[in-house]
């Protein structure tokens, strides 16, 4: 399975009395998937998921697999213990996991095998490997990434490395065949499908959906001078966007926009500063 092009990890609106907005967020999923998106994630970092308690992740799953079930698209849920994982079983819209590295922890990588290896084994749908360095504090090499894509029931990973380095080179090089890699730094998206990505998993696509829908039709269409200038518009927009800590600014806009009913996010999140929002308005024009 190769899991190709733009999908959004949905934020979790909230409602002025702090609620879920659950019908907020099926608007905002069927319009992302108008705008051009792929597919959905729930429950992604965006979603605010150690913020919700267990029946609201779960209701978040169910409008999602509504959702994804209706338009027909592919739907990736954050899960990260066999608990979570088993109960994707429930959902057939669910492609994929989204499953972090285990985090403060630093097992080393061969730790992060060992993990990944006992989860696929008991998980009924593949995982996407979610390697986000800079907050989990596991750095994976190339070759740690190879060892898990050789991995059954592994089926990609979402690279969030903090930009591009050698071995973000070398993997791309030579990719595993099958592996999906799906860009997860919004910043260094245009340049990772310039290398090979076959996607991203963007959070600054809740905003410009089918611009960055566009980005990547362009790199993988070979439409270079097409590409290179939608990314380079699109790098400052989300810049913009994570000025702050994800997904505050995000919420702002989409409530500046009237598409969430506020901008809230739930501590240990503050909401964004009026600045940070005038300058990702602005970004948008
Ligand atoms: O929720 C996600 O998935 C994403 N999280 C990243 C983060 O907050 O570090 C950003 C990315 O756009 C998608």
């Known amino acids: 399975m190769t899991l190709n092009g733009l999908y959004i990890p949905l934020i979790t609106p909230f409602a002025e009395d702090g609620t879920v907005a659950l019908a907020a967020l099926e608007r905002l999923a069927n319009d992302v998937l108008d705008d051009g998106a792929t597919g959905l994630v729930a429950l992604g970092t965006t979603g605010e998921p150690g913020s919700l ?132 730094d919004d910043i260094y998206i245009s340049p990772l499908l310039a290398i090979g990505a076959h996607g991203g998993i963007l959070a600054s696509a809740h905003v410009a959906t089918a611009d960055f829908a566009a980005l990547i039709t362009a790199w993988h269409a070979g439409d270079v001078a097409n590409a290179r200038a939608i990314g380079h518009r699109l790098a400052p927009l989300s810049a913009s966007l994570f000025a702050e800590p994800n997904p505050t600014v995000t919420k702002a806009v989409l409530h500046a926009k009237g598409r969430i009913p506020t901008p809230d996010v739930r501590l240990p999140l503050l909401p964004a500063g009026p600045e940070s929002l005038t300058a990702a308005l602005k970004e948008l024009g």
């Not at 994804?68 to 739907?75: K, T, V």
């Open 53 to 184: 308690t267990e029946d609201e992740r779960r209701a978040v799953i169910e409008v999602a697999a509504r959702v994804s079930r209706e338009r027909s698209a592919p739907l990736v849920v954050g899960a990260a213990t066999p608990e979570a994982l088993a109960a994707l079983g429930e959902h057939p819209e669910v492609v994929a996991s989204l499953t972090v590295v285990p985090p403060f922890v630093r097992p080393g990588e061969a730790g992060v095998v060992a993990h990944f290896e006992r989860l696929a084994a008991g998980s009924p749908v593949p995982l996407i490997v979610y390697d986000v360095p800079y907050r989990t504090g596991q750095y994976l090499s190339a070759d740690a990434l190879r060892r898990l894509a050789a991995l059954p029931n592994v089926t990609g990973v979402k690279y969030a490395g903090g930009g591009l380095n050698p071995d973000t080179i070398a993997l791309m090089a030579d990719l595993p065949p099958g592996f999906t890699v799906l860009g997860g």
